[in-house]
């Protein structure tokens, strides 16, 4: 886990929704209407199917979040879907 989270995810279902938190993330920072500019928590936590109280105990704003998925926003893997965008559309 990096730096820039509140809380570390202990179970699973934690983890599953901190991943879907991030790839919200990435497909939103990905799509050219929207941005790193346009990007909004709302946003974010609306595509993941979260509370924004939810969103805020893993970030505490949204440049966390985008610090936290730096490594993964500009990898388009085969299907045109970020590095973990597949979890969005699970």
């Not at 609306?46 to 730096?70: K, N, V």
Request: with cysteine; aromatic share 6%; net charge positive.
């Amino acid at each position: 886990m990096s730096a820039v989270l509140r809380n570390k995810p202990l179970q699973t279902r934690s983890q599953v929704r901190l991943d879907a938190i991030k790839a919200a993330a990435i497909k939103l920072y990905n799509n050219p209407q929207i941005g790193r500019d346009r990007l909004t928590t709302a946003q974010v936590a609306l595509l993941a199917g979260c509370s924004i109280g939810t969103f805020y105990r893993y970030f505490e704003d949204r440049y966390a979040l985008l610090e936290a998925i730096a490594p993964d926003r500009d990898q388009t893997p085969a299907g045109g879907q970020g590095a973990v965008a597949s979890v969005v559309n699970a």
